[in-house]
C-alpha cells in the first residue's frame, strides 16, 4: 500500500468517531503502534523505540 492510500484510509476512520483525539492506534497482533520508520523507500510501523 502506498503511504498516501494508508494516509487516506487514516482521514477517513479519523472523520468517522467522535473523538480521533482520544483514539489509539494499534497492530493487528493487538501491539500498540511506537513509531513509524523510513527506510530504502518503505515505511514500517513498529512497536519498538
Same mark, same amino acid.
Given at each position: 500500500? &502506498? +503511504? $498516501? !492510500?494508508?494516509?487516506?484510509? +487514516?482521514?477517513?476512520?479519523? +472523520?468517522? $468517531? !467522535?473523538? @480521533? /483525539?482520544?483514539?489509539? $492506534? !494499534?497492530?493487528? /497482533?493487538?501491539? @500498540?503502534? =511506537? &513509531? @513509524?520508520?523510513? &527506510? /530504502?523507500? =518503505? $515505511? ?6
Amino acid at each position: 500500500m &502506498k +503511504l $498516501v !492510500e494508508f494516509i487516506e484510509h +487514516l482521514n477517513t476512520i479519523s +472523520l468517522e $468517531v !467522535e473523538n @480521533p /483525539d482520544e483514539v489509539f $492506534v !494499534e497492530m493487528a /497482533d493487538c501491539m @500498540p503502534v =511506537v &513509531k @513509524p520508520a523510513f &527506510k /530504502d523507500g =518503505v $515505511v514500517f510501523i513498529t512497536d519498538t523505540k
